[in-house]
């Protein structure tokens, strides 16, 4: 069974660009959910997406922005890139309600120069 | 509001135990997770357990909760050099469809 597959796996962007990552999730889980993880802040939740539907937002400024697809697959955007936006971005899928675990991609490595 | 907190650093001798403890505030949660992390690597989710249970073992993987104290520890036995990573304790809570996370504990084996 094919796991969480994010793509890129690397982006270096300048700051006032913005960027798209796409997360596609293990078959049948149709609920997503990002992460970005710095080295000061740890792991920090973005946003959750349940059949099309933002569930749950977290404490970010309005360039992150993110959505679903009725395949499941997800996309986040982040515009108007800073440089604290560089970051190690997660994302995971998982059955409702978190049973049987939420499963992590690889991530992707953005840098923003 | 909802925390979770982990000690930053572990060092064990390899072939010994490793427990690394966590604490939470939330008593809502509904499940606590463990995760691993590799340098340069996602998060591998190595165990979970349910609010309702106290222990969980998985070979070497001993997972105990003690929700009166909002306790989580995670002990791993005859640690190997493989395991140095961060791990991660996580907690969800079901009407937030999200996970809150500990700052990680970072393994160190000693040979």
């Known amino acids: 069974k094919a796991g969480v597959t994010q793509t890129p796996r690397y982006l270096i962007k300048t700051r006032g660009q913005q960027v798209t990552l796409s997360c596609s999730p293990i078959?049948?889980?149709?609920?997503v959910s990002w992460y970005q993880q710095t080295p000061g802040q740890g792991l920090q939740f973005l946003f959750e997406?349940?059949?099309?539907?933002?569930?749950n937002k977290g404490n970010f400024p309005g360039r992150f922005s993110g959505r679903q697809f009725s395949n499941s697959r997800s996309e986040m955007n982040v515009s108007t890139l800073e440089l604290g936006d560089s970051a190690l971005y997660l994302c995971?899928?998982?059955?409702?309600?978190?049973?049987?675990?939420?499963?992590f991609g690889s991530g992707t490595r953005l840098t923003v120069v | 509001g909802e925390d979770v907190e982990q000690s930053l650093f572990l060092s064990v001798r390899e072939g010994d135990s490793s427990v690394i403890n966590c604490t939470y505030t939330?008593?809502?949660?509904?499940?606590l997770y463990w995760y691993k992390q590799e340098p340069g690597a996602g998060l591998q989710l190595l165990t979970y357990?349910?609010?309702n249970m106290d222990m969980k073992q998985d070979q070497r993987l001993t997972v105990l909760l003690n929700k009166k104290d909002k306790h989580l520890s995670l002990r791993i036995a005859d640690t190997q050099t493989g395991d140095s990573a961060i791990y991660f304790c996580?907690?969800?809570?079901?009407?937030?469809?999200?996970?809150?996370w500990g700052a990680g504990t970072k393994l160190i084996i000693k040979p």
């Open positions: 995971a899928s998982s059955r409702p309600g978190g049973s049987y675990g939420y499963t």
């Open positions: 078959s049948g889980h149709r609920s």
């Open positions: 997406y349940f059949s099309e539907t933002q569930r």
């Open positions: 939330d008593s809502s949660s509904t499940y």
């Open positions: 357990i349910f609010s």
């Open positions: 996580a907690e969800s809570i079901d009407s937030n469809y999200q996970l809150i």
